[in-house]
């Protein structure tokens, strides 16, 4: 896990079920995990969001 | 745990705040380390070089409160010489596995002049980012290492709820959370600040003319949900129908209905003003001289008369019968009698051999005239537009087209200067017209030159010269009316689309005009949308993760702040409740006190911050600390006066609880205190333990804070004797003399026994005090070893006045203890000095 998001497993638990918000929110929140600067963390959500505008 | 295990073993500071030019190493090497000092004698300097030792910072700047500007030059002791810029921490810290490294932090640059502070870290001489790597690592802002001093102590109770959410998901390290959620934000942000594309502006203008409806439906597309090729549906059939209904004639085909709205959209302008009467083509150049050089030198080269002939000779010798000739005959032209011989015909042969060259040249001009001739009459022909309608208006249509331009507020002068440069275009473009004529009446006649072989006879050259005269002065009065035209056109366009604008005609051709684009736009719009309204969803979806994230580790942390409260003040009716969110939001913490009007009974549930007493509020910001340094594993913490001096009767239970629970997890404190009482029993309980104790004066505030060790029983009994010193009554005092007398004692025999050992002769001070247990035997003993006259006199005053007679009267006041404790202070600092290997213990 990212070590600039410590947390983020422990949120990933709280974000359970299957409606559009939180599926998304998980879906941001795992493309978050590969960052380890702030930069890397805006590139993976500004990259998700580019997906999410094509679809 | 992160830090589980590590150790410092000693610190040595210089120049930072109260520490002076003196390096001042203090022994850390115990679990348990007590500072005593009193007021203003450095004892919060040591705690904050700890905390910036580990995070080169201090939180005073930021927790204290004032402007950042009163911080500037705080942390460099201020009694520095000028150029002594040697400021630093240093220590031997025993990390993870027990390996032993020393670690130094160097001030680079103080706060000051709107700058941070600076600071070189290195580990066993490498430079490092921070102290992890040794066990002590730094934890989020503003607490960053477990070092707890008075502003830290009091901030979170101090601030107001919104700020302190803050500063407990830093406690719980949970800020990690917030930057995904504010990232997360960002983005949103920037989508939302994302101009949409330029079309959806022009659907915007539409919705202001008759074809309102159309526009609507397209500008509705970006929310519906659409496929692209939805969306291309939605917008031809719209554009289409409202084409139809703005024309009143049916539209089909986009091509069409652009044609048609343009022809609209130019009548409709040119009726508001008409501007085309202005306009005019530009002259293009006047066509060159035609070349006819190879002819001339062709027929210069030939017999002109033969060339003349060439074309008689060249049919007669066609003639089969002429052309086969073996005798003579007579001329077929001429019909002299036998005049054509077969000799004659070969002569005939060579001469149209010759003349050849030149019909092939005369062709070729033939061409290049009839070509200069079609450029004269397309010249001629393009002449009438270069010269604008408006050029030959009558006064009258003049005056019209100025009202015209008063009518949308334009400077009517701009059509008469317009009209006036057009004018001028007319006798130029006359001049033209004449000079063309005299070109095509020249080429006309060197055409018939040619067709006869004969030399080229007019002036060619000089005509053509004329026309390009004539064609550069029109060429000059357009470029002039051009300039006109331009200022005219520069204020009329804009007035008289403001003047049309809203019939639908320009706001529908601009869209069917850039229809590819205009679904590109909606396409690109409706993501952008349905982009920031997942976005939305998402962030409120990860706040309320985080939010049960925060709520599971505040119940983690509620129980642990509660054990640390119970330590410090068990059994009381008032108690610790728990930090929790209010009411399940993200923005205020609160902190719940529990009231008790018995030990069994209900307990009713109220802000801590409203009824706690500053004692308990003092408590509750300790056990908040301690919970944390808990919570992340911290190995060292420093607690700076973790009790006040008005809470007394919780400073048993802070030695035997609290202090006992964290040295049996293994943690090492390091305590500094105002307090002697809380200072010794400190040491008393724990000394089982193994403890290190100091005492720290400021006497020489250049020099700066002077660390003793008192970890002896001499030292413990001169901390023993501060109790009593300042009592108001004889009573309190003669137990301050019974210390100092006792702590005298201990000190002569440690002496007597060290300077014994040193003449040669084993001695310990158990030895001492079988031959002279009691003061009055030892003056006389440890003056043989005393190092100056003044100390013999001090031997002899301790027993004059350390024993007081049994009537109050005789009890020495404060003052006098005082100088008896510096006196003691002084010999025992010079004896340790004195002698090679300190004094015995």
Known sequence: MSNLLPNLDDLLTELPGATPGVADARALAQAASSASTVDELDQALTSLAADWRKS | ?841
């Open chain 2, 1 to 841: 745990m992160t830090g589980q295990g590590t150790r410092l073993l000693w610190v040595e500071i210089r120049g930072f705040r109260a520490f002076g030019t003196e390096p001042r190493r203090l022994e850390l090497d115990a679990p348990l380390i007590v500072v005593h000092a009193g007021n203003s004698q450095g004892k919060t300097s040591f705690a904050e070089a700890l905390e910036f030792l580990i995070t080169g910072y201090s939180s005073r700047r930021d927790l204290l409160g004032g402007a950042k500007a009163e911080y500037d030059d705080s942390l460099r002791n201020a009694h520095l010489p000028d150029g002594d810029l040697d400021v630093y921490i240093e220590a031997g810290v025993a990390g993870p596995g027990g390996v032993v490294h020393k670690v130094r932090r160097e001030l680079v640059q103080d706060f000051g002049y709107g700058a941070e502070c600076a600071s070189r870290l290195l580990i066993d001489g490498l430079p490092v980012e921070d102290l992890a790597a040794v066990g002590l690592p730094m934890s989020d802002p503003p607490v960053r290492a477990p070092v707890l001093l008075q502003h830290i102590l009091r901030d979170v109770l101090s601030t107001q709820p919104k700020q302190r959410v803050g500063y407990f998901k830093a406690l719980l390290s949970l800020t990690d959370l917030d930057l995904l959620h504010d990232r997360v934000a960002a983005v949103c942000s920037t989508l939302e600040r994302e101009a949409p594309g330029a079309t959806l502006a022009a659907v915007t203008r539409l919705l202001q003319t008759p074809a309102t409806q159309a526009a609507a439906a397209i500008r509705d597309v970006v929310d519906g949900g659409l496929d692209a090729e939805t969306i291309a549906l939605v917008v031809d059939v719209e554009l289409l129908t409202a084409g139809s209904e703005l024309l009143g004639t049916p539209a089909t085909q986009f091509p069409e209905l652009q044609t048609a709205l343009e022809a609209a959209v130019a009548e409709q302008n040119e009726e508001t003003f008409p501007l085309g009467a202005f306009t005019a083509s530009a002259v293009v150049d006047a066509s060159s001289r035609p070349d006819l050089d190879t002819y001339a030198n062709a027929l210069g080269q030939a017999d002109r008369d033969a060339a003349h002939l060439a074309p008689l000779l060249a049919a007669a010798l066609a003639v089969e019968d002429l052309a086969g000739l073996d005798h003579p005959m007579d001329c077929p032209i001429c019909a002299t009698p036998k005049a054509l011989t077969p000799a004659r015909i070969v002569t005939l042969r060579e001469q149209l051999r010759r003349t050849t060259a030149v019909d092939a040249a005369a062709v070729a001009a033939g061409g290049v005239v009839q070509k200069a001739r079609q450029d004269l009459d397309r010249l001629l022909a393009a002449l009438p537009g270069a010269v604008p309608a408006a050029g030959a208006w009558s006064p009258e249509q003049l005056a019209a087209a100025g009202a015209q331009l008063r009518h949308l507020d334009v400077d009517d002068a701009l059509a008469e200067r317009a009209r006036a440069t057009a004018a001028s275009l007319l006798p130029a473009a006359d001049g033209v017209r004449t000079a063309i004529k005299a070109a095509a009446e020249m080429l006309d006649r060197t055409a018939l030159d040619i067709k006869a072989r004969n030399g080229l006879s007019g002036d060619l050259g000089g005509r053509y010269t004329a026309l390009t005269d004539a064609v550069q002065q029109l060429q000059r009065a357009s470029q002039n009316h051009h300039e006109a035209l331009q200022a005219l056109r520069a204020a009329v366009e804009p007035a008289v689309r403001h003047r049309v604008a809203g019939s639908g005609f320009a706001e529908l051709l601009n869209l069917v005009a850039h229809g590819e684009q205009l679904v590109e736009d909606l396409v690109a719009e409706a993501g952008r949308r349905r982009t920031i309204k997942r976005l939305k969803a998402a962030e409120l979806a990860l706040s309320k993760g985080a939010g049960r994230v925060l709520d599971a580790r505040f119940e983690q942390m509620s129980e642990a702040i509660e054990g640390w409260w119970a330590s410090i003040r068990p059994e009381e009716l008032v108690g610790f409740g728990g930090v929790r969110r209010r009411a399940g939001g993200a923005r205020f913490i609160n902190l719940d006190a529990t009231l008790r009007s018995t030990t069994t009974g209900h307990a009713v549930i109220r802000d801590a911050i409203g009824v706690y007493s500053d004692s308990q509020l003092n408590a509750l910001g300790l056990s908040i600390f301690l919970a944390r340094a808990e919570l992340l594993g911290s190995s060292v913490v420093v607690l700076d006066d973790p009790i006040p001096g008005s809470d007394s009767d919780h400073r048993l239970t802070f030695v035997q609880n609290t202090l006992a629970r964290l040295l049996d997890a293994g943690t090492q404190v390091i305590l500094t205190t105002f307090d002697s009482k809380l200072a010794d029993w400190a040491q008393s309980n724990h000394d089982h333990r193994g403890l290190v104790s100091y005492q720290l004066t400021l006497s020489d505030l250049s020099a700066g804070v002077d660390p003793s060790q008192t970890s002896d029983t001499f030292s413990r009994l001169l901390l023993e004797a501060e109790d009593n010193l300042y009592s108001p009554t004889s009573r309190g005092r003669r137990a301050a003399c019974g210390s100092y007398r006792a702590a005298a004692e201990r000190l002569a025999k440690q002496i007597v026994a060290t300077g014994r050992t040193h003449d040669g002769t084993m001695c310990t001070v158990a030895d001492i005090h079988a031959e002279a247990p009691m003061l009055k035997d030892l003056v006389p003993l440890v003056n043989g070893y005393a190092l100056d006259n003044a100390e013999k006199g001090q031997w002899r005053t301790f027993n004059k006045v350390l024993n007081p007679g049994n009537h109050d009267d005789d009890v020495a006041p404060t003052t006098e203890l005082k100088v008896v404790r510096g006196n003691l202070r002084r010999i025992a600092k010079t004896h340790r000095e004195h002698w090679p290997t300190g004094l015995l213990a």
